[in-house]
């Protein structure tokens, strides 16, 4: 039995592996190569948190910082 997750119900055949953890090495990934930005299970994640609490709050946040 298969199980199905998010990923494959939102983006069928798309190759989504986990290459790096974390908003600030997310970040850092999409600066250095937008492919493996693209198939990486924790930039999903992260965009849907920060799209809910944006929306949740009525407001921006900055981007990561390492501090």
């Given at each position: 039995m298969k199980t199905i997750s998010h990923l494959d119900v939102f983006h069928p055949g798309r190759r989504v592996r986990d290459v790096r953890y974390g908003p600030?090495?997310?970040?850092?990934?999409?600066?250095?190569?937008?492919?493996?930005a693209l198939n990486n299970a924790d930039t999903y994640m992260w965009f849907a948190?920060?799209?809910?609490?944006?929306?949740?709050?009525?407001?921006?946040?900055?981007?990561?910082?390492?501090?």
């Open positions: 600030l090495e997310v970040q850092n990934l999409r600066k250095e190569t937008a492919d493996e948190l920060q799209t809910y609490w944006s929306i949740r709050c009525n407001k921006n946040f900055e981007p990561p910082t390492s501090n």
